[in-house]
């Protein structure tokens, strides 16, 4: 569920199994965080896009669920997404790399015990575009990709959205 309305979102949190947050339901109240950190934490799953990592990593609660993240916010410009892990369920038997134009923010930093998924270089240095992990019982899919209706029109970012 894909939700830019914050009533729509927590009045139907407990019929959800995965909620899609892209940064733009902000600022959410304290209980409306240890909701949804609750709902992830006994199993739910949360998939953060666009620009929801870099809005939401300094809440003090999901800040816990997403991780210690840092990053840089590029201008628009092409970014080049390359597989981190060939083997990983996302990345299996899809393009090894694609093309797209949005700014996004590139994570130099992201929890240790995350899998990042997709990554590009920016300046001569690598960055993570995309990462999982879990957070008690529940699973975080994390990309900074998605800004754009072109960027989530491409079929290999389709296929990502799909697989979280």
């Keep these: 569920m894909l939700s830019t309305n914050a009533t729509d979102l927590f009045d139907q949190l407990a019929n959800q199994r995965v909620i899609v947050l892209d940064g733009s339901i902000d600022p959410l109240t304290s209980s409306q965080e240890e909701a949804l950190c609750a709902f992830i934490e006994q199993g739910g799953g949360l998939i953060c896009l666009g620009k929801a990592v870099e809005v939401y990593h300094e809440y003090a609660l999901l800040g816990k669920v997403l991780g210690q993240v840092r990053g840089i916010y590029t201008p628009q410009t092409e970014i080049i997404a390359n597989i981190a892990t060939p083997a990983s369920f996302f990345t299996r038997r899809v393009e090894p790399d694609f093309a797209v134009f949005e700014g996004v923010y590139l994570l130099e930093k992201v929890p240790a015990d ?51």
């Design 114 to 164: 995350a899998e990042v998924q997709w990554q590009t270089t920016w300046h001569y240095a690598p960055y993570t575009l995309a990462y999982t992990r879990t957070y008690g019982q529940g699973r975080i899919f994390c990309t900074t990709l998605g800004g754009t209706l072109e960027t989530k029109a491409h079929p290999v970012f389709q296929q990502m959205m799909t697989r979280a």
